[in-house]
């Protein structure tokens, strides 16, 4: 029994280790040139991912198609309240590549955040330290899988307002036609 165990176990961490291995896209930093207007994503993707993450909500990333809107859940992971305009910021970025030459160009979110207020998560494991947020990246004439980062920018709230310390969160998703 316990050289099933065993056995099993070295089955998944090497189908684990290829199917990292496999994935064709990095992670994005601040060494990676971005093209069009990603250059308004003031914070770099190297200092996300500290204070907040960000996670699907309700799905398997097996499911997301090109078109679908894609809900998420954003987390406060740090000790500090967040503060989110309406729409959190909400940035949808194509990843394309080109013979290993990546490039990130921001595309339009066709989310409508009019009757959203500002938002302000409480600390990690208080109540309100979550919300769900969505996001519908429109792409047109697209017939192949794609992948997208999707990033969001708040910033540290203390003495009763927003300061000027920003912080963000972004996910790498693959969306299929």
Known sequence: MKKIIILATIYMLTLTIGCTLSNPTPEPTNEMEFTGNVSNLRLPFSEMNTLLR?????VDENDLKIGSTIILKIENISEEQIWFPVGYNIMPILVTNDNNNFEFTLIENRGI?????EKILSPSG????????FV????QNINEPV?????????????GS??????GAFIQLTLVP
């Open 136 to 139: 519908d990246p429109f792409m």
């Open 126 to 133: 208080q109540k309100d330290s979550t919300s769900v947020i």
């Open 54 to 58: 960000l996670s699907l909500a309700g």
């Open 147 to 159: 992948e997208i980062i999707i990033a969001v920018v708040g910033n540290i709230f203390k003495d």
């Open 162 to 167: 927003p300061t000027q310390e920003e912080v």
């Open 113 to 117: 955040y009019e009757n959203w207020s």
